[in-house]
C-alpha cells in the first residue's frame, strides 16, 4: 500500500489567495483526520471524519476554514482566504477504525508558507 | 480528557535502552495509551498502546503502573534512527481514533 498521499507537499501563496490542500487515505480506512503543526501550538487536530461524516470539526479555526471528504478515498481542507499565521504543515491521517485499534497512519504532511 | 506530562527533552547513548517516562494520573478506566514518535519532518508514526498489562512488539515494549497513573515507552536498543519527538496520548478506545497530541519529549539518541 502507497500509505497516505498528500498533495502539495509544499504550497507557497500570498495572503487573500485561496489554499486547497489534498490527502488520499489508505484504502479500506474508515476515518480521516486533519491536523496543524506549527512551533508555537505544536500538533492540533482539525477535523475528523468517519465514513466520510464529520465527526468533530471543534478544533477548525475560524470559518477560512472548510473540509471535505465527497467519497472514501479523497478529503479536502481549503483555506479561504489565506493569512500569513495560516503557513503550518498540514497532515493527514487515517485509520482502519476497527475495534482492534484506533492506529492512525499519517501521510508525509503539506508545508504551507502564506506571505 | 486525560492529560499527560513528559519530560521536554531526553538523551539516550547508542545501543541502550531509551527508558521514556509520561504521567497520566487522571486517566479513566476505558482510556488507552498510546505512544507516537515524529521524526524531523516527517508524520508522526505508530509506535504501541495498551490499556493494563504490558505490551511489546517489534519497536518497543510499553510498561504501565498497576494503578495506571504512568508508563514508560522503552527502545530496547537506540539507534540514531530513533530521535525523534516521543508523544504519550490517551484515548478512550474506539472513539473514532480521535488523539490529543501533547508537546512530547524530545529524545536524542548520540554516538
Known amino acids: 500500500d502507497a500509505g497516505v498521499i498528500q498533495s502539495p507537499r509544499h504550497e507557497v501563496t500570498e495572503m487573500g489567495q485561496e489554499v486547497t490542500l489534498r490527502c488520499k487515505p489508505i484504502?479500506?480506512?474508515?476515518?480521516l483526520f486533519w491536523y496543524r503543526q506549527t512551533m508555537m501550538r505544536g500538533l492540533e487536530l482539525l477535523i475528523y471524519f468517519n465514513n466520510n461524516v464529520p465527526i468533530d470539526d471543534s478544533g477548525m479555526p475560524e470559518d477560512r476554514f472548510s473540509a471535505k471528504m465527497p467519497n472514501a478515498s479523497f478529503s479536502t481542507l481549503k483555506i479561504q482566504p489565506s493569512e500569513p499565521r495560516d503557513s503550518a504543515v498540514y497532515f493527514c491521517a487515517s485509520s482502519p477504525g476497527q475495534p482492534s485499534t484506533d492506529t492512525q497512519y499519517f501521510g508525509p504532511g503539506t508545508r504551507l508558507t502564506v506571505l | 480528557d486525560a492529560k499527560t506530562t513528559q519530560p521536554p527533552s531526553m538523551d539516550c547513548a547508542e545501543g541502550r535502552a531509551a527508558n521514556l517516562p509520561c504521567n497520566h494520573s487522571t486517566i479513566s478506566g476505558n482510556e488507552y495509551v498510546y505512544w507516537y514518535r515524529q521524526i524531523h519532518s516527517q508524520g508522526p508514526q505508530y509506535i504501541i498502546h495498551?490499556?493494563?498489562n504490558n505490551e511489546t512488539n517489534e519497536m518497543a515494549s510499553l510498561i504501565i503502573t498497576e494503578d495506571r497513573k504512568s508508563s514508560t515507552l522503552i527502545l530496547p536498543h537506540a539507534t540514531l534512527r530513533d530521535t525523534a519527538v516521543y508523544y504519550c496520548?490517551?484515548?478512550?478506545?474506539?472513539?473514532?481514533?480521535?488523539?490529543?497530541f501533547g508537546q512530547g519529549t524530545e529524545l536524542s539518541v548520540k554516538p
Open positions: 496520548i490517551v484515548s478512550f478506545y474506539n472513539q473514532g481514533g480521535k488523539l490529543i
Open positions: 484504502s479500506g480506512h474508515n476515518s
Open positions: 495498551g490499556l493494563k
